[in-house]
């Protein structure tokens, strides 16, 4: 063998080594990148009640000691940290539970301290009175967890004195107007920013199931599709936090003055919203329908995963139309076309008997093409659209093709 070929085969193992190496390098790279941006997003949507809980603590603690004589301030600035805290949602109703409950932990520990003492079994009997007593009035989770955690906090750090009940209410209730005040009045969050970052999570995960939904079905890989149907089911999280974030721009509109300018345009992102989250759920149902389309070997014509495909942009684009505060015409126009792509496949070749059988959808099919429909309609009317013009759109689309 000429000495020239010996380096090729020296170099010819090591090469796959070097490109594992690259490609782990690259792999960690993109992953650091994505953890990188989830805690910038994180930052920059919690950075602001982590700002409100801090001021709240500082000015309850402020006029706690100096204008209600409380030498160790310990209550009042707890609820009004957890008045912030906890207020991704209606700020009022969670500070009428959090003083009740505190109102429970203090009732139970002014009741039984001076007669037990201070000690592990003594709190344990007053955390499960307390307890006891949110549950008979059913109290929620923030009145059950403040009404044990007073108990606790009374049982421990204060000595056994009675009448000491009214003084501590008063301190927790200043602490919950002010935590209020602040969040509401002070430092109200933007709520048009804010659903904006809660949303952005949401749509990224839908758009991305939507595309691997369209991939699988043009490639008939049953496995795939119910990967993109349990993407589209563990949404949950990430809905949950936008309609708690939606009751909170709702609630700061509605009491913050300086958010009041608002109102019109919350209004819209609301609809948006209520009505995206509908779309989401007729686009889970189509994916089931359509695993069972593909398990059964029913027909699924190519027009069906470009549908599913233009479905996909135009949630992507409704955003950031929103985003931009401009116009969602491309939207609009995406949608109309899914519609018409899935008519295609619905019902090509009932009209034209020339056209080969497989353009027919099956049992599971049609009814697949039914929720896009009404996933298109409800998209539509997300966009700003009447709902009967968005009805009139979607069955004028629908019917376009018979005339092809």
């Not at 792509?341 to 099956?362: F, I, K, N, W």
């Amino acid at each position: 063998m000429p000495a020239s070929e010996e380096p090729a085969e020296e170099s010819g193992p090591a090469r796959p080594g070097r490109f594992r190496a690259v490609w782990a390098s690259l792999h960690l790279r993109e992953r650091g990148e994505r953890t990188l941006r989830i805690r910038a997003w994180r930052l920059r949507l919690f950075g602001l009640l982590a700002l409100q809980a801090g001021i709240a603590a500082t000015i309850t603690w402020y006029v706690s000691y100096h204008f209600l004589d409380n030498p160790t301030p310990v209550l009042a600035p707890t609820t009004a940290v957890g008045i912030v805290a906890a207020a991704m949602g209606s700020r009022v109703r969670r500070t009428f539970e959090l003083l009740v409950g505190i109102t429970l932990g203090l009732a139970a520990g002014d009741l039984l301290m001076p007669f037990f003492g201070i000690g592990p079994w003594q709190t344990g009997l007053v955390v499960v009175l307390a307890i006891i007593v949110a549950v008979a009035l059913k109290g929620g989770g923030p009145l059950l967890t403040q009404a044990g955690g007073t108990a606790v906090l009374i049982a421990t750090l204060e000595p056994p004195v009675r009448d000491l009940s009214i003084p501590r209410f008063v301190d927790a209730a200043v602490g919950g107007l002010i935590g209020i005040a602040v969040g509401l009045l002070v430092v109200p969050i933007h709520p048009q920013r804010t659903l904006q970052r809660l949303a952005a999570p949401l749509v990224g995960l839908a758009v991305a199931a939507l595309d691997d939904l369209a991939t699988a079905v043009r490639a008939r890989d049953p496995v795939k599709v119910d990967g993109s149907l349990n993407g589209m089911r563990h949404l949950g999280p990430q809905l949950t936090a936008l309609n708690e974030g939606l009751g909170a721009a709702e609630e700061v509109v509605r009491w913050a003055p300086l958010r009041w300018r608002e109102r019109s345009s919350l209004a819209f992102h609301a609809q948006a919203i209520r009505h995206l989250e509908r779309s989401l759920h007729s686009c889970r149902s189509m994916a089931r329908r359509l695993a069972k389309a593909l398990k059964d070997d029913e027909p699924i014509p190519d027009e069906f995963p470009s549908a599913i495909e233009m479905l996909a942009n135009s949630v992507w684009a409704l955003r950031s139309a929103m985003c931009a505060h401009q116009e969602p015409r491309g939207t609009r126009e995406q949608l109309r076309m899914a519609v018409e792509l899935v008519g295609r496949a619905q019902g090509g070749s009932a009209r034209d008997p020339t056209r080969p059988h497989t353009h027919r959808l099956g049992y599971s099919g049609m009814i697949a093409a039914g929720e896009l429909r009404t996933a298109a309609q409800d998209l539509l009317t997300a966009s700003g659209m009447d709902p009967q013009e968005a009805v009139s759109v979607v069955r004028r689309a629908g019917e376009s093709d018979s005339h092809d």
